[in-house]
């Protein structure tokens, strides 16, 4: 079974920037959604983006204009650009792949934007 692994995560400003990367173990090439959700202290997971096999993207309400969402298949890797950061945007963001079979998270990584 694939394995994600999420990386980039840290602590910036507000305003700031953060690209969040997910490699997978195995390959992403085939019939897959992945996605991006973030989980704040005391809040439900919620979706951040997704993006299909062939490229097409969706976005919350919250970070349209502002998070940018890409795959690498020949990388295994999805990535999370993230820009204009705001405090709201603090939380633990996890990748997750779909398949018609297989529904797998990533263990997550910590976003904390603060002055």
């Known amino acids: 079974q694939v394995q994600l692994v999420e990386s980039g995560g840290g602590k910036v400003q507000p305003g700031g920037s953060l690209r969040l990367s997910c490699v997978a173990s195995?390959?992403?090439?085939?019939?897959?959604?992945m996605g991006w959700y973030r989980q704040a202290p005391g809040k439900q997971r919620t979706l951040v983006a997704l993006i299909t096999r062939d490229g097409t993207t969706q976005y919350a309400d919250s970070v349209k204009g502002r998070f940018t969402i890409s795959r690498d298949n020949a990388e295994n890797t999805v990535y999370l650009q993230m820009n204009s950061l705001k405090l709201e945007d603090t939380a633990v963001y996890y990748c997750?792949?779909?398949?018609?079979?297989?529904?797998?998270w990533g263990q997550g990584t910590q976003v904390t934007v603060s002055s």
């Open positions: 195995g390959s992403i090439a085939g019939m897959n959604i």
């Open positions: 997750r792949r779909q398949t018609l079979v297989n529904d797998t």
